[in-house]
C-alpha cells in the first residue's frame, strides 16, 4: 500500500517523465497525430462532379476527391481530358455574389485560356470580329469538360476574349517590343508557344511594329501615365486633407 505522500511523489515524477518526452519529440521535429477534426477538414476539400453520358445530359451527381494542386495553362489539360473520357464534368460554385469560387472554377479558368490562346487565331482584331464558330467551339468545349452554371455562355466567351486579347499584350510586351532590331528573334514564334504557326506570327509582328500600332500604343501609354498622375494627385490631397483635420483648431 502506498502512502498519501508517496502517491503524490509518483504522480509527479510520471508529468516530468511525459513533459520530458514531448519536448524531445519536439527538439527531433516529431509531430503529434492530426486530430479528427483536422482529418474532417481535410478530406472535405472534394470537387462535386456531374456524370454524364455522350448522348443525354447529366443526370446523377457524385462527388470524388481530387488532392491535386489546381494547375495552370497546359498543365490542366491531362486531367480535363482525362475526365472526359471519365464522362465527369466539375461542378463550378459560386459564392453568394456570384464571383466563381473554388478548384473548378479556377481550373476551368485555366482551360480557357489554353482554349482562347491555341484556337482563336492571332490576328490584329477585336473580339467582335473573330468568326462566330471558333467562338461556338470554346464554348461548347468547355461545356463538355465543366457544368459552368450562372453565367454559361455569355461568361465563358468574356473571360475567353479578355485571356486572347491578355495573351496578345503579353507576346507584344515581352516577345516583341524587347527585339525590334533582332530580326532572328523575331523570325519564329516563341518556343514556349510552339501552337502559335509562322504565317500567323510573321502577321502579327508585323502589325504589332507597324506605325498605326505604335502611336496607337503610344497614345495608350500615355493615358496610363496620366492617369497614374491623377491618381497620385488625388492621394495625395486626400492625405494633406486627412492631416489638416486632424489639426487642432487653432483660430
Given at each position: 500500500?502506498?502512502?498519501?505522500?508517496?502517491?503524490?511523489?509518483?504522480?509527479?515524477?510520471?508529468?516530468?517523465?511525459?513533459?520530458?518526452?514531448?519536448?524531445?519529440?519536439?527538439?527531433?521535429?516529431?509531430?503529434?497525430?492530426?486530430?479528427?477534426?483536422?482529418?474532417?477538414?481535410?478530406?472535405?476539400?472534394?470537387?462535386?462532379?456531374a456524370s454524364s453520358s455522350a448522348e443525354t445530359e447529366p443526370t446523377s451527381q457524385?462527388?470524388?476527391?481530387?488532392?491535386?494542386?489546381?494547375?495552370?495553362?497546359?498543365?490542366?489539360?491531362?486531367?480535363?481530358?482525362?475526365?472526359?473520357?471519365?464522362?465527369?464534368?466539375?461542378?463550378?460554385?459560386?459564392?453568394?455574389?456570384?464571383?466563381?469560387?473554388?478548384?473548378?472554377?479556377?481550373?476551368?479558368?485555366?482551360?480557357?485560356?489554353?482554349?482562347?490562346?491555341?484556337?482563336?487565331?492571332?490576328?490584329?482584331?477585336?473580339?467582335?470580329?473573330?468568326?462566330?464558330?471558333?467562338?461556338?467551339?470554346?464554348?461548347?468545349?468547355?461545356?463538355?469538360?465543366?457544368?459552368?452554371?450562372?453565367?454559361?455562355?455569355?461568361?465563358?466567351?468574356?473571360?475567353?476574349?479578355?485571356?486572347?486579347k491578355d495573351f496578345k499584350s503579353t507576346l507584344t510586351r515581352h516577345y516583341i517590343?524587347?527585339?525590334?532590331?533582332?530580326?532572328?528573334?523575331?523570325?519564329?514564334?516563341?518556343?514556349?508557344?510552339?501552337?502559335?504557326?509562322?504565317?500567323?506570327?510573321?502577321?502579327?509582328?508585323?502589325?504589332?511594329?507597324?506605325?498605326?500600332?505604335?502611336?496607337?500604343?503610344?497614345?495608350?501609354?500615355?493615358?496610363?501615365?496620366?492617369?497614374?498622375?491623377?491618381?497620385?494627385?488625388?492621394?495625395?490631397?486626400?492625405?494633406?486633407?486627412?492631416?489638416?483635420?486632424?489639426?487642432?483648431?487653432?483660430?
Open positions: 500500500m502506498f502512502t498519501y505522500k508517496t502517491r503524490v511523489v509518483l504522480s509527479v515524477k510520471m508529468v516530468s517523465q511525459q513533459q520530458t518526452k514531448d519536448s524531445g519529440s519536439k527538439k527531433l521535429g516529431m509531430v503529434a497525430p492530426q486530430d479528427k477534426s483536422s482529418k474532417e477538414m481535410k478530406s472535405s476539400k472534394k470537387m462535386k462532379f457524385t462527388t470524388i476527391s481530387d488532392d491535386s494542386k489546381t494547375g495552370r495553362g497546359m498543365s490542366t489539360m491531362p486531367r480535363v481530358v482525362k475526365r472526359k473520357l471519365q464522362k465527369l464534368r466539375p461542378i463550378v460554385e459560386y459564392n453568394k455574389r456570384g464571383k466563381g469560387i473554388g478548384q473548378a472554377h479556377s481550373e476551368m479558368q485555366s482551360y480557357i485560356g489554353v482554349l482562347a490562346r491555341s484556337r482563336v487565331p492571332l490576328v490584329d482584331k477585336k473580339w467582335s470580329q473573330i468568326p462566330k464558330d471558333i467562338k461556338e467551339q470554346i464554348w461548347e468545349a468547355v461545356d463538355m469538360a465543366f457544368v459552368v452554371g450562372q453565367g454559361g455562355k455569355k461568361s465563358v466567351l468574356a473571360s475567353a476574349a479578355k485571356k486572347w517590343l524587347p527585339y525590334t532590331n533582332d530580326k532572328e528573334k523575331l523570325s519564329q514564334p516563341p518556343e514556349i508557344y510552339k501552337f502559335i504557326e509562322k504565317a500567323q506570327w510573321d502577321a502579327f509582328v508585323a502589325s504589332r511594329l507597324s506605325k498605326d500600332f505604335e502611336s496607337v500604343h503610344s497614345q495608350h501609354a500615355q493615358i496610363r501615365e496620366n492617369s497614374s498622375t491623377i491618381i497620385d494627385c488625388l492621394e495625395k490631397d486626400m492625405l494633406d486633407w486627412r492631416i489638416n483635420w486632424r489639426k487642432p483648431c487653432l483660430g
